[in-house]
Nanobody
Framework: QVQLVESGGDLVKPGGSLRLSCVVN????????IAWFRQAPGKEREGVSC????????RHVDSVKGRFTITRFSAEKTVYLQMSKLKPDDPAFYYC?????????????????????WGQGTRVTVSW
């Protein structure tokens, strides 16, 4: 059974940094394309960053390029989202998501409807 469990959400000051974690179970970490999405109150869930299966190339939406990094650590079965220079429009619930086998960031991200399994989310707040 595929499961994703996020953690790491917190209150952080503008300009600060935060690292989110997504522990995966039910599949080998490098065998599936994994992404982070976020959803702010009153807004649609949007893709943030994507990590391809295999070699692990990445994609980021323009609003987070240069600020967010997505990585994986197979030994810990964990995908990380390192966020820096956090801005007032970054607060949201952040969700880890896995696409079906064979999907890539190029053909699937940031399409929500193609996601196979979602995590429960972790909350990020940016405030003084």
């Amino acid at each position: 059974q595929v499961q994703l469990v996020e953690s790491g959400g917190d209150l952080v000051k503008p300009g600060g940094s935060l690292r989110l974690s997504c522990v995966v179970n039910g599949f080998r970490l490098d065998s599936r394309t994994i992404a982070w999405f976020r959803q702010a109150p009153g807004k649609e869930r949007e893709g943030v960053s994507c990590l391809n299966s295999g070699y692990g190339s990445t994609r980021h939406v323009d609003s987070v390029k240069g600020r967010f990094t997505i990585t994986r650590f197979s030994a810990e079965k964990t995908v990380y989202l390192q966020m820096s220079k956090l801005k007032p429009d970054d607060p949201a619930f952040y969700y880890c998501a896995v696409y079906p086998g064979g999907k890539t960031c190029d053909d699937s991200f940031p399409r929500r409807e193609l996601v196979e399994v979602w995590g429960q989310g972790t909350r990020v707040t940016v405030s003084w």
